[in-house]
């Protein structure tokens, strides 16, 4: 059975839509370093919340869910991409893997 809702803490970044990967062309508007942020995860909602506010997707207005970054530990996150906004939003998390795993135990598409 899965739980109603998923939630941890970590940071965030507020990003060009394009941006893919760390490195070049990283360019972060916002940021707030853990434990700034939190991910809540349900089955029809994703919710960053922050000193910036809420940052809100659900299955209608989700573009895209992906890994972002890959040097474990130190910039791990996930990168979501919703309609209407003309940025993209990376959660930072220490534990990305377990994130991953509750959003597609949810059923959110997660891309490598």
Do not use: C
């Amino acid at each position: 059975m899965i739980d109603k809702e998923f939630s941890t803490r970590g940071g965030v970044a507020y990003v060009d839509s394009e941006v893919r990967s760390w490195g070049l062309g990283y360019r972060s508007n916002k940021y707030a370093t853990w434990p700034f942020a939190r991910l809540r995860v349900g089955t029809s909602y994703l919710i960053v919340s922050s000193l910036f506010g809420e940052f809100r997707i659900t299955r209608a207005n989700l573009v895209s869910t992906s890994r972002f970054g890959r040097v474990p530990v130190l910039a791990d996150g996930v990168r979501l991409v919703r309609k209407g906004h003309n940025g993209a939003v990376i959660f930072w998390a220490l534990r990305a893997g377990k994130v991953v795993d509750e959003l597609q135990r949810r059923g959110w598409p997660v891309a490598d």
